[in-house]
């Protein structure tokens, strides 16, 4: 993997190496007569696996394949999970015959180009990544206190359209694979100041759109003879995708939940969330009630603040009837303001407001103030993952 170049960029840089405004048509005087065209482009080679994608127990069997002893699959995955190896070479005690083969079969590189990186004042960190086919995920580094967390992207874009995402605006590219979603934590832990403590997947995409790949994602980074992020220490977010929350009841992992409700009813939900339509609150509670009760754990339930829509008592009231018999959490979070959505972020007094009749209900929230100016001010995606930063924290409203 090359190493990511610290690079602060003005946005409109950034852009230009996205995929929305990339190659636009050229002019058509530009364009080539017929008989001069180049052939059409070759059918793609199918991409390799990538090496950071696979578990130990497919390193076993990979090295049993190449007729090597047990021994070589736990180096393999020392040289990748602990020592973060970027190329194959420099797995010094494998033989160069097996290195060879390795490299046959499994690419080590997930990104094809340096990352570009926007810094805020505040410390966060957001990585733009460019994937093997072209395609742009981003990745941001949120240091608190004395943590710090990932937020990693899922998918590349999503498919899921709710009207006040940056992400959903943009619609749906792929999913991600284990590899480049490990990848994105290897990226990032070679350029972070502090170790990364955290995981939080709350960048681009649904997570349980893409649930075989993130679930196998968490369980390498989770490994304890690799990167170790311990299960608690990840938080998957979805946006209501009913049958994933049933399967992650039978998983047996200990990761957190977050559920992004934004709304207390099925009217005002379904007019910002198209999934609604799908699996309605009715079927969304029941799912988490379930889960509660045969994880035991508790889940946080996000909640974006938009003035006049859904801030009011009565929404707080709701809220409340909805969460409490599960023991629910609340995340707040006041809007962070996109282009083509035209609410906007209730004043925080009235953001405190809600948090407080919460509170007064014995429900656990958090809310925290956008400390974010310059680049990072305009993104969306990036600021909530500030918050959901906050919210792993459990840093309280009367801390804030
Ligand atoms: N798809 C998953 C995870 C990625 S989105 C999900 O929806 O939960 C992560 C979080 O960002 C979600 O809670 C989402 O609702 C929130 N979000 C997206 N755009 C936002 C915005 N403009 N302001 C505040 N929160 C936003
Ligand atoms: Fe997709 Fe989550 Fe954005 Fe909705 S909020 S469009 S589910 S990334």
Same mark, same amino acid.
């Given at each position: ?152 992207? *899922?998918?590349? +874009?999503?498919?899921? =359209?709710?009207?006040?995402? &940056? /992400?959903?605006?943009?619609?749906? !590219? ?62 998957? *977010?979805?946006? +209501?995708?009913?049958? =994933?929350?049933?399967?992650? &009841? /039978?998983?047996?992992?200990?990761? !957190? ?44 339930f ?17 809220l409340i009837?909805l969460i409490k018999p599960m023991?629910g959490?609340v ?7 996109? !282009? ?23 429900i ?37």
């Amino acid at each position: 993997m090359p190493p990511v170049r610290k690079k602060v960029v003005k946005p409109a840089a950034v852009a230009a190496q996205t995929p929305k405004s990339a190659p636009a048509k050229p002019p058509a005087q530009e364009q080539q007569p017929a008989q001069a065209q180049p052939p059409p482009p070759k059918p793609q080679q199918p991409l390799k696996p990538l090496a950071w994608g696979l578990l130990p127990a497919e390193w076993k069997a990979a090295c049993a394949e190449f007729r090597q002893p047990a021994f070589r699959a736990k180096q393999i995955w020392k040289w990748l999970q602990q020592r973060r190896a970027i190329s194959w070479d420099a797995m010094t005690d494998i033989p160069t015959a097996l290195r060879d083969k390795l490299a046959e079969r499994y690419d080590i590189t997930a990104w094809t180009d340096d990352a570009y990186e926007q810094s805020a004042d505040d410390g966060v960190r957001k990585l733009l990544l460019c994937c093997r086919d072209g395609v742009r995920i981003e990745s941001v580094i949120i240091p608190a206190r004395d943590q710090s967390t990932l937020c990693i992207s *899922s998918q590349a +874009g999503c498919a899921f =359209g709710c009207a006040f995402c &940056a /992400t959903g605006k943009c619609g749906f !590219e792929r999913n991600l694979d284990p590899g480049e979603i490990v990848g994105q934590f290897v990226a990032a832990a070679a350029v972070a100041t502090r170790r990364l403590t955290h995981v939080v997947f709350m960048g681009m995409g649904e997570p349980f759109a893409n649930y075989d790949n993130v679930i196998k994602a968490v369980r390498i980074l989770n490994d304890f003879d690799g990167i170790a992020i311990g299960a608690r220490r990840m938080t998957l *977010s979805t946006c +209501g995708v009913v049958p =994933g929350i049933e399967r992650l &009841a /039978t998983e047996n992992l200990q990761v !957190e939940l977050s559920v992004s409700l934004h709304a207390p009813n099925d009217e005002l939900r379904s007019k910002i969330m198209p999934v609604n339509k799908r699996w309605p609150m009715s079927e969304l509670m029941a799912a988490c009630d379930n889960y509660t009760r045969t994880t035991g754990r508790v889940i946080t339930f996000e909640y974006t603040l938009v003035d006049g829509f859904n801030n009011l008592p009565e929404h707080a009231d709701r809220l409340i009837e909805l969460i409490k018999p599960m023991r629910g959490r609340v995340n707040l979070i006041p809007l962070s303001p996109v !282009e083509h959505f035209d609410g906007v972020a209730p004043d925080m007094e009235s953001c405190e407001a809600f948090a407080r009749r919460l509170q007064k209900a014995a429900i656990n929230v958090t809310l925290r103030r956008s400390k974010g100016k310059g680049v990072t001010a305009a993104c969306g995606q990036l600021r909530l993952s500030r918050l959901a930063a906050a919210a792993s924290a459990q840093i309280p409203v009367s801390d804030i």
